[in-house]
């Protein structure tokens, strides 16, 4: 008996299925590649907005009583008391303006981090904060789109990694290699060309994000 046709529908699923898994995949390289720098990079922000906050509290009694509550929500974690330290810092984040809010809620998600959980909720919240530091909020935007390769594409998000993209933002060129993989998982052609475009015309991209994106830009059909 001759052997059965394959249904052409069936295989372009297939295809269609294939295609979509190595798009995921390739977000989840590009969340690999830098995920190992979060830690880091957290420590590095706190310390910075920590430092920040310390010269400043001259400026009265709230100021210093903050900078004490902040150091017993940090001694706490550091003792492995997570939950009773989170709560401390989220408590602190609450009541407290300016900067005592930023710093208390990067080093919840740094706590979060280095727990092997997801810190997501408290990135974008730094991010959508409008009193905060503008290196501040960029710094918690990127580490935001960093680690929501699993997480929803919301209209929210995608404004979020939008305005990383930016030619004079310094986190530019990684969040146009993401914004181009999340084009290629809605199956916008048109607009993963243009992301990677701008990556490998641009004459400030580093040489491996270039090549990267040169390597995605062979893999898409002529007709985009």
């Known amino acids: 008996m001759a052997p059965r046709a394959s249904d052409p529908a069936q295989g372009d699923a297939f295809i269609r299925e294939v295609d ?32 920040y906050e310390a010269w400043k509290q001259w400026q009265g009694k709230q100021a210093v009583a903050h900078a004490l509550r902040y150091d017993a929500a940090v001694v706490l974690i550091e003792s492995g008391r997570t939950s009773e330290g989170d709560a401390a810092l989220a408590a602190l984040a609450a009541e407290a303006n300016g900067g005592y809010r930023v710093v208390a809620t990067l080093r919840r998600a740094a706590a979060l981090v280095t727990q092997g959980k997801s810190a997501l909720a408290l990135w974008e919240q730094v991010a959508n904060d409008s009193a905060a530091p503008q290196p501040y909020r960029e710094a918690a935007a990127f580490l935001a789109v960093l680690s929501s390769v699993d997480a929803p594409d919301t209209p929210e998000r995608a404004a979020l990694l939008e305005s990383l993209t930016a030619d004079t933002n310094p986190w530019r060129f990684s969040a146009l290699e993401v914004s181009a993989v999340r084009a290629l998982q809605r199956n916008d052609t048109i607009a993963a060309r243009a992301f990677l475009h701008r990556l490998t015309d641009g004459p400030e991209t580093p040489a491996g994000v270039r090549s990267r994106a040169n390597a995605l830009l062979q893999g898409l059909s002529p007709a985009g």
Do not use: F, T
């Open 20 to 51: 979509g898994d190595l798009r995921e995949e390739r977000l989840r390289q590009i969340w690999k590649r830098h995920g190992g720098l979060i830690v880091a990079m957290v420590v590095v922000i706190v310390v910075l907005v920590g430092g």
